[in-house]
């Protein structure tokens, strides 16, 4: 008898095992799913908008002298020249012509601004009303790197 309890034992784990076998897993695991074979993922096609033409429209002095100082970065921090202000290295000075134009006259100074500037450099620019810009001229000594 001693021998009829481990075979037993023996039978019941084999009809256990042949049982769990034949579900696809053990009791506690889930069934895995077979894995499809994808292609790559198509990428999606996106179209760019088309760009609104900007139309520029100049009314002003400080439009022009804006549209004007944009063109160079040793323009920035430029300001409408103020003959009551003492020590102005960077300013600009606008005229108004004829058919909507303005005469832009950009002006950089160094050397004791505050007499005045010993040296200076202006550009001359004429700006249509539809932003068109035209440099007329440039005049006076190089701009020293230390004063860009």
């Avoid at 049982?19 to 074979?37: D, F, L, Q």
């Avoid at 003492?86 to 007499?115: H, N, Q, Y």
């Avoid at 190089?142 to 860009?148: A, F, H, N, T």
């Amino acid at each position: 008898m001693s021998n009829t309890i481990p075979r037993l034992l023996l039978i019941r784990a084999a009809l256990v095992l042949g049982t769990v076998a034949a579900c696809g897993g053990s009791a506690g695991a889930p069934a895995t799913a077979p894995t499809a074979t994808v292609g790559p993922t198509p990428t999606p096609v996106v179209e760019a908008p088309t760009p609104t033409p900007v139309t520029v429209v100049v009314g002003s002095p400080f439009d022009a002298a804006t549209l004007v100082i944009a063109t160079n970065p040793l323009f920035t921090g430029a300001a409408p020249r103020d003959e009551g202000m003492i020590g102005m290295s960077k300013w600009w000075v606008a005229t108004p012509l004829t058919e909507g134009r303005f005469r832009i006259d950009v002006t950089i100074g160094w050397g004791d601004c505050m007499a005045g500037c010993i040296d200076r450099h202006v550009w001359t620019y004429e700006v249509w009303p539809d932003g068109t810009l035209e440099l007329v001229s440039e005049t006076g000594p190089e701009v020293p790197p230390d004063v860009r």
